[in-house]
């Protein structure tokens, strides 16, 4: 579970935050605060993994909290909420160690992106297994070779959401997982991730395999088909 908490001085941006980021079962919201030092108090007290903040607060602005955080020694993550014009701030706080940024006003479809990256991110990094390239890549948000297109998709699926089931399928390359398991880790109904799963069966990525062991009725289980070159 991925604790988090939302920095953010307007009453009403900040319960659009809170709704948007309660859609996620792997999250849960450790507080909600509207001034940079409550915050920075609460964080040294109570160690959280991501804090999404405004980079203009009261009290202490956001550039400046997470400067402090890292001088403190507080391991929190921040994906950084600025206007327009906040710009020139951008490089200083990438060397500072903010993953991502959401310019206002921003959609919730990329408030949903910007989270969905940070929790692969999470993912991979606490993964036992030896990283790949691809995984690497897929940590610091670089495009893979092997990324589908969406020309190539069949119609109603898209790049994106394929892309996250991936993505959490090669964090975990020797599990087995349900339908219904997975739409529950990764957010979206089953009806839509078994569509996905469906495809990469037929794409070759995937095998299907009957589980009688879930105590109730069969079970469907998918997991990646291993490389022919692992070692």
């Known amino acids: 579970m991925i604790r988090a908490i939302i920095i953010e001085d307007d009453p009403m941006v900040a ?69 327009a014009n906040d710009i020139e701030h951008v490089n200083r706080m990438l060397r500072s160690g903010v993953v991502d940024y959401l310019v206002k ?45 969406e020309d190539d998709l069949p119609k109603g699926l898209q790049q994106g959401t394929l892309t996250t089931i991936l993505d959490f399928l090669h964090a975990n390359p020797e ?19 078994r569509r996905y799963l469906n495809y990469l069966v037929k794409a070759n990525q995937l095998d299907a395999r009957v589980c009688y062991e879930t105590g109730g009725r069969p079970s469907l289980m998918y997991v990646l088909k291993q490389s022919k070159n692992k070692t």
């Open 15 to 83: 319960e659009i935050n809170r709704r948007y980021l309660s859609l996620f079962d792997s999250v849960e919201i450790a507080g909600v605060f509207s001034n940079g030092l409550q915050a920075l108090e609460s964080m040294q007290k109570s160690p959280v993994d991501l804090a999404l903040v405004d980079i203009t607060m009261p009290g202490l602005s956001g550039d400046l909290l997470v400067e402090r955080c890292r001088s403190l020694g507080v391991a929190t993550d921040f994906i950084m909420v600025i206007a």
């Open 105 to 149: 006003p921003f959609s919730m479809e990329r408030f949903n992106q910007a989270i969905e990256k940070y929790l692969r991110r999470k993912a991979l990094a606490g993964s036992r297994h030896a990283l790949r390239q691809e995984d690497l890549d897929r940590m610091v948000g670089v495009a893979t070779v092997q990324q589908y297109r």
């Open 175 to 193: 599990a087995s997982h349900s339908c219904e398991s997975l739409s529950k880790t990764i957010n979206l109904s089953s009806v839509t991730v």
